[in-house]
Every structure is written in C-alpha cells, then in structure tokens.
C-alpha cells in the first residue's frame, strides 16, 4: 500500500506520496505517478493540477525542510 501525507502551507497543497513497490496496488500508484521503486513528493497546486514532482529525501527532516522550501517560493 502507501501512506499519503498532506498539508497545506503557504496555501500550497502538498503532498508527500510514499509506497511500498512489492505490493501490486502501491507499484501501479507510484507509475502512475512516474516513481519506481523510491520514495516520492508530489506537489499539487491549488486546482489540483502537479506542480512539482521529484524522488523524495531519504529522512523525515530532508523531507521537510524540502517541503518548507518549496512552499516559501524557492
């Protein structure tokens, strides 16, 4: 399966998408998204659309001072 995070900050949606590859639900997800086999943060925009996408950190902190950064425009 996988685990979804999301947030909103700065009145950005964000969402961080995380799956396990070895179940067949969590390995179609990822695809179709673009990721195999990693981690990876979505970032959604207000109408829904994706506005960033990228194989995700490997800690909980990277990941959230990549978030943090995003959301203040860098």
């Known amino acids: 399966?996988?685990?979804?995070?999301?947030?909103?900050?700065?009145?950005?949606k964000l969402t961080m998408v995380d799956f396990d590859r070895d179940t067949?639900?969590?390995?179609?997800y990822a695809r179709s998204h673009g990721f195999?086999?990693?981690?990876?943060?979505?970032?959604?925009?207000?109408?829904g659309e994706i506005a960033h996408k990228q194989h995700g950190p490997s800690t909980a902190k990277e990941t959230e001072a990549l978030i943090r950064k995003w959301a203040d425009g860098a």
């Open 1 to 12: 399966m996988w685990k979804e995070l999301v947030a909103e900050l700065n009145g950005k």
């Open 36 to 47: 195999v086999g990693q981690p990876a943060i979505v970032i959604f925009d207000t109408s």
């Open 24 to 28: 067949e639900e969590g390995d179609a």
